[in-house]
């Protein structure tokens, strides 16, 4: 899992719907206002994190975390106003995320990102992976390839199996832990938001980074145990009092049995391609 690399989107918004204050008797009410329920500020950004590494006494050689990147653009102001002048450059969000958005950012900002903060240690073969997501289609153009294949690299796009969310650390993990450390902050706009989301993600410890990436072994092992569904809940394995105490595996055993009950189980529900050419020419020899 050391050469794998998760990424997926989120929506970040400016505020939270409810949010709950603690106020002295003579304390304000931290009033918020916003122009519709249906129209809040919000941006969507793509995250990259990858398995962190430490040594064998414990140090970080790596916290596998390569970097979230907001969905915005440029715009030109074309009226003045109270806020600002005319003809100055704003950030806003992109709200169409399409596939073309996700090539952009994948080629100026994720695969660069990757590139540059690899360990060295490592073989260069990187597989990307992420859900099967309409958007998420691998570009075929020859920019896009030779970036990459360039410096060594050989990144691969892997799909993860469909109606599967436990299997993305993001998921497991990483965004709620950074979505709740945005909501201490109030941003005031866009650019603020980007500002907290980024402060939050560099604040994401690489000790829970490296707990998340744990947790995705024990969903797959109980993914197996449900041969193949997802109706499980994710299991507590008691990670901090094991790492506490020296005990924590970095990879874990799954029984063998549980692997060999899986295979006779998936022997049933496909057919050998030789059987299928088998009844495909049986099935011709009873047309002629």
Request: aromatic letters at 10%; a neutral charge.
């Given at each position: 899992?050391?050469?794998?690399?998760?990424?997926?989107?989120?929506?970040?918004?400016?505020?939270?719907?409810?949010?709950?204050?603690?106020?002295?008797?003579?304390?304000?009410?931290?009033?918020?206002?916003?122009?519709?329920?249906?129209?809040?500020?919000?941006?969507?950004?793509?995250?990259?994190?990858?398995?962190?590494?430490?040594?064998?006494?414990?140090?970080?050689?790596?916290?596998?975390?390569?970097?979230?990147?907001?969905?915005?653009?440029?715009?030109?102001?074309?009226?003045?106003?109270?806020?600002?002048?005319?003809g100055v450059v704003e950030v806003k969000a992109t709200q169409n995320v399409n596939k073309e958005a996700i090539?952009?950012?994948?080629?100026?900002?994720?695969?660069?990102?990757?590139?540059?903060?690899?360990?060295?240690?490592?073989?260069?073969?990187?597989?990307?992976?992420?859900?099967?997501?309409?958007?998420?289609?691998?570009?075929?153009?020859?920019?896009?390839?030779?970036?990459?294949?360039?410096?060594?690299?050989?990144?691969?796009?892997?799909?993860?199996?469909?109606?599967?969310?436990?299997?993305?650390?993001?998921?497991?993990?990483?965004?709620?832990?950074?979505?709740?450390?945005?909501?201490?902050?109030?941003?005031?706009?866009?650019?603020?938001?980007?500002?907290?989301?980024?402060?939050?993600?560099?604040?994401?410890?690489?000790?829970?980074?490296?707990?998340?990436?744990?947790?995705?072994?024990?969903?797959?092992?109980?993914?197996?145990?449900?041969?193949?569904?997802?109706?499980?809940?994710?299991?507590?394995?008691?990670?901090?009092?094991?790492?506490?105490?020296?005990?924590?595996?970095?990879?874990?055993?799954?029984?063998?049995?549980?692997?060999?009950?899986?295979?006779?189980?998936?022997?049933?529900?496909?057919?050998?391609?030789?059987?299928?050419?088998?009844?495909?020419?049986?099935?011709?020899?009873?047309?002629?």
């Open positions: 899992m050391q050469q794998v690399v998760h990424i997926d989107e989120k929506w970040f918004f400016l505020n939270p719907d409810t949010r709950t204050f603690y106020l002295l008797p003579n304390e304000p009410n931290p009033y918020r206002c916003q122009q519709s329920r249906r129209f809040k500020i919000k941006g969507m950004f793509m995250a990259a994190i990858g398995k962190p590494i430490f040594d064998n006494h414990g140090g970080l050689k790596h916290d596998g975390k390569y970097g979230i990147f907001p969905f915005v653009y440029e715009s030109t102001t074309k009226k003045k106003s109270k806020n600002r002048e005319a090539r952009e950012m994948l080629l100026t900002k994720v695969i660069p990102a990757i590139k540059s903060k690899w360990p060295d240690h490592l073989s260069k073969d990187v597989w990307i992976q992420w859900d099967n997501a309409r958007p998420h289609q691998i570009p075929r153009d020859d920019e896009f390839q030779e970036a990459c294949q360039s410096n060594g690299f050989n990144i691969q796009f892997i799909y993860q199996p469909a109606q599967s969310p436990d299997l993305n650390v993001l998921d497991l993990g990483l965004f709620n832990v950074i979505q709740s450390i945005q909501y201490q902050s109030f941003p005031r706009n866009l650019k603020e938001l980007i500002e907290k989301v980024t402060e939050a993600y560099e604040l994401f410890n690489p000790v829970l980074n490296k707990r998340c990436w744990i947790t995705l072994q024990c969903c797959m092992e109980e993914i197996l145990k449900d041969q193949g569904g997802n109706n499980f809940s994710p299991p507590h394995k008691g990670k901090k009092r094991l790492e506490r105490l020296g005990m924590l595996p970095e990879v874990l055993q799954v029984d063998r049995g549980l692997v060999q009950q899986i295979v006779e189980y998936l022997n049933t529900i496909f057919i050998p391609a030789g059987e299928v050419n088998q009844e495909d020419e049986a099935m011709q020899v009873d047309a002629d």
